[in-house]
T-cell receptor
Framework: DAGVTQSPTHLIKTRGQQVTLRCSPKSGHDTVSWYQQALGQGPQFIFQ???????QRGNFPDRFSGHQFPNYSSELNVNALLLGDSALYLC?????????????FGEGSRLTVL | AQKITQTQPGMFVQEKEAVTLDCTYDTSDPSYGLFWYKQPSSGEMIFLIYQGSYDQQNATEGRYSLNFQKARKSANLVISASQLGDSAMYFC??????????????FGTGTQLKVEL
């Protein structure tokens, strides 16, 4: 049973560019959320997708956008990259509507903005 | 709003000894869930243990146990019989328990654990 998978694992971009990160949730999970983890800090919630709609959003600008597909996979898009966007981006999945501890993360995509 | 406080930036423990990692929280939500994750240098966030605020008993998962004291708003992680592979960053996190679910977690700043021979 595959867990949460993310791609790419590492990427380097320059300021002003755009990036797309991808996430496939764990089998049986239909809710996906994205987190940004800057070096030396805890992850910060970006947004959550369920039934192909953004349901909750953290304190991130509109440059951060996302999408969820019918197969529950998700993309995170960041436009007009800034140096401060350099971070580990983590995807988490859980069963929709469930308030349990079943919330698992992928290995993350490490973005470096030069 | 929710807040997680981890006051130990770094901890050392001898192999085979037990160690407690501290976590206190603050929330206005009547029901909530508390998580502990382990993050090795590779970056993956590995789920360790979960405690619901409504659970009467403290959660246990193998060598991990969660010392949940609701009145003190603390959710300390206890690792028994430490192993070298336990060396990693440990994060405490919480989320509100809402109708319809949701996975917006609030994380602490983490504790770096080093297990020594």
């Amino acid at each position: 049973d595959a867990g949460v998978t993310q791609s790419p694992t590492h990427l380097i971009k320059t300021r002003g560019q755009q990036v797309t990160l991808r996430c496939s949730p764990k089998s049986g999970h239909d809710t996906v959320s994205w987190y940004q983890q800057a070096l030396g800090q805890g992850p910060q919630f970006i947004f959550q997708y369920y039934e192909e709609e953004e349901r909750q959003r953290g304190n991130f600008p509109d440059r951060f956008s996302g999408h969820q597909f019918p197969n529950y996979s998700s993309e995170l898009n960041v436009n007009a990259l800034l140096l401060g966007d350099s971070a580990l981006y983590l995807c988490a999945s859980s069963p929709g509507g469930a308030n349990t501890g079943e919330l698992f993360f992928g290995e993350g995509s490490r973005l470096t903005v030069l | 709003a929710q807040k997680i406080t981890q006051t130990q930036p770094g901890m050392f423990v001898q192999e085979k000894e037990a160690v407690t990692l501290d976590c206190t929280y603050d929330t206005s939500d009547p029901s909530y869930g508390l998580f502990w994750y382990k993050q090795p240098s590779s970056g993956e966030m590995i789920f360790l243990i979960y405690q619901g605020s409504y659970d009467q008993q403290n959660a246990t998962e193998g060598r991990y146990s969660l010392n949940f004291q609701k009145a003190r708003k603390s959710a300390n992680l206890v690792i028994s019989a430490s192993q070298l592979g336990d060396s990693a960053m440990y994060f405490c996190a919480m989320r509100p328990i809402l109708t319809g679910g949701g996975n917006k977690l609030t994380f602490g700043t983490g504790t770096q654990l080093k297990v020594e021979l």
